[in-house]
C-alpha cells in the first residue's frame, strides 16, 4: 500500500518564493495562484518574474514578486485577516492561508511585544509574502498533496537587515517559529553568513508539514527546484518531490493519528513510538462555580480538545483555584481561544505548543449481543499489542441495556478473540478517536 506525499528538502533553508518556484517547476499554472490572489483584491498589483536559472551548475526556477503599486497600503494584522476571511476563497485553502498568517503574526508579535492585531502590514503581509503564503497554499491543493514532511532547514547565521534595522540571524521571528512548533534547526556551520530561513519560509511549513525529519522511503514522481537568489559554495536550491510513501514507513503510523505523524525514517518498524507536536493551553481559575467550570470543560471538548483537565491550586492571597489544561493539536489553537474568551474567567489564557512520544494506534470494532463496541489496539515497540475497549461505547451501551460496565468490557474483549483485527502491515485500518497518549 502507499500514500501520497510531498517531500520539502532544504538542504540551503526555506523561503516563500523557493517554495513557490518549486511549484511552478513541477507544472503549476500561474492562473492557479493569480485567481485566489485576485480574489483578495490583488490583481494588478504584482508581476510574477520567474525565470530559469543555474545554481552550483544545477538547474531550476528562480521567482521573484514585482510590486506594481505606487503607495503600498500599511494595514495591520487584524485588518489583513479581515480580508482573508472575506474573500470569496474555498474554505480549506482560506483555513490554511490564515493558519500560516496567524502563526507568522503571533511570532512577529511576541518578538516586538505586541498584540498580534497591532503586527504592521510589511512584517507580515507585505505583497511578496501574500503572494508566495497565497500561492504555496493554491499549490498544494492543486497538486493534492495530503501529507508533507519537510527535511530540517538551516536558519543562517550573521545578521540581516530589516524594517527594524539591522537584527541578528536566525531572525527573531523564525526562532520564535521553531520554538513554539518544537521546529528542528540545522546548523549552519560551513555557511557564509546571510539569511537561509526566512520567517514565510518557516511560517509555512510550521503550519502545513505533518512533520520534520529525514523523508520515508518513497517512490519519487515528480520533482520541482526552486532557487534562491544568493550565490552559495553549493547549490542554493529547495527541492520539492511529490511521490508515494511505502505505506510500511509512514502510512501505518500516519493513517491512526489523522494526519499528525512527523517524518520517520526508511525502515522504521510501524510498533514504534512517534514523536508528534500537540499545544497545552492553561488557566488558573478561582473564580468560577464548579458549574461554569464544567460547561467551559464540555465546550473545550466540543470545540476539538483532545484532553481536559484540572488540578487544584493555591492562588494568591491564600485563595484556592483549579489549573485547567487542555491538550490539543496546534491547529486548534484559535478554535479553542474562543471558547475560553465565550465561557472562562480567567483573563489570559497561556499557551505552549510541546513534543510527545505515542504509541501507534488503531481502532477495530467488535459486535457483542448487545450492541457494537470499538477496541483501541496499541502498538508496543517490542510488537507486543494492547487492547482497550472504548469507554464511550461501553457507557451508551450500558446505560441503554442497564449492565455493568465490567460485564460489556469482558464481552467487547471475547468478541475481539473471537474475531482479531486485521494485520495492520496489510492494509491501514480506520483511524480511531484522537485523544491523548
Known amino acids: 500500500m502507499t500514500t501520497p506525499l510531498a517531500v520539502v528538502d532544504c538542504p540551503t533553508g526555506l523561503a516563500g518564493n523557493m517554495l513557490l518556484a518549486a511549484l511552478f517547476d513541477l507544472g503549476l499554472a500561474q492562473a492557479a495562484v493569480e485567481a485566489p490572489l485576485a480574489a483578495l483584491g490583488l490583481e494588478g498589483r504584482y508581476r510574477l518574474q520567474l525565470e530559469e536559472r543555474r545554481s552550483g551548475g544545477l538547474r531550476g526556477l528562480h521567482l521573484a514578486v514585482e510590486s506594481l503599486e505606487m503607495e503600498p497600503p500599511h494595514r495591520h494584522w487584524s485588518e489583513l485577516r479581515a480580508l482573508i476571511a472575506a474573500a470569496p476563497l474555498q474554505p480549506e485553502l482560506r483555513n490554511r492561508i490564515l493558519a500560516v498568517f496567524t502563526g507568522l503574526a503571533e511570532a512577529e508579535a511576541a518578538v516586538h511585544g505586541l498584540a498580534p492585531e497591532q503586527v504592521h502590514f510589511h512584517e507580515v503581509g507585505a505583497l511578496d509574502a501574500l503572494v508566495d503564503v497565497v500561492g504555496v497554499c493554491a499549490g498544494l491543493a492543486h497538486f493534492g498533496v ?103 514507513a509512514l502510512g501505518a503510523v500516519a493513517e491512526g493519528l489523522g494526519g ?76 479553542l481561544r474562543a471558547v475560553w474568551w465565550r465561557h472562562g474567567s480567567s483573563l489570559g489564557v497561556r499557551e505552549q505548543w510541546m513534543r510527545r512520544w505515542a504509541l501507534p494506534r488503531h481502532s477495530h470494532t467488535v459486535h457483542t449481543a448487545w450492541g457494537p463496541v470499538r477496541i483501541k489496539t496499541a502498538h508496543r515497540p517490542d510488537g507486543g499489542l494492547t487492547h482497550k475497549p472504548e469507554y464511550g461505547d461501553l457507557a451508551d451501551l450500558a446505560r441503554r441495556h442497564g449492565l455493568p460496565l465490567a460485564q460489556l468490557r469482558q464481552a467487547a474483549l471475547e468478541a475481539m478473540a473471537a474475531s482479531p483485527p486485521p494485520d495492520p502491515n496489510a492494509d491501514p485500518l480506520p483511524p480511531c478517536p484522537t485523544e491523548p497518549s
Open 260 to 335: 499528525h505523524a512527523p517524518a520517520v525514517a526508511a525502515g522504521t518498524a510501524a510498533s514504534a513510538p512517534h514523536l508528534e507536536t500537540v499545544l497545552e493551553q492553561q488557566a488558573q481559575i478561582d473564580d468560577a462555580s464548579p458549574e461554569d467550570l464544567a460547561f467551559l470543560a464540555d465546550a473545550l471538548r466540543e470545540a476539538g480538545a483532545l484532553e481536559v483537565f484540572s488540578q487544584p491550586i493555591l492562588m494568591k492571597k491564600g485563595r484556592p483555584g483549579l489549573l485547567l489544561s487542555v491538550i490539543a493539536w496546534p491547529e486548534q489553537a484559535e478554535a
Open 146 to 248: 495530503e501529507r508533507l514532511i519537510c527535511t530540517v532547514p538551516p536558519a543562517g547565521h550573521g545578521t540581516v537587515c530589516t524594517a527594524h534595522g539591522v537584527l541578528p540571524l536566525p531572525a527573531p521571528a523564525v526562532l520564535e517559529l521553531a520554538r513554539r512548533g518544537a521546529i528542528p534547526l540545522a546548523s549552519s556551520a560551513g555557511f557564509p553568513p546571510g539569511e537561509l530561513t526566512t520567517p514565510t519560509g518557516l511560517a509555512l511549513m510550521a503550519a502545513l508539514a505533518d512533520g520534520f525529519g529525514p523523508a520515508p522511503a518513497l517512490v519519487p514522481q515528480a520533482l520541482g527546484v526552486g532557487l534562491g537568489s544568493r550565490q552559495l559554495d553549493r547549490p542554493n536550491m529547495l527541492r520539492l518531490v511529490l511521490g508515494q510513501a511505502v505505506q510500511g
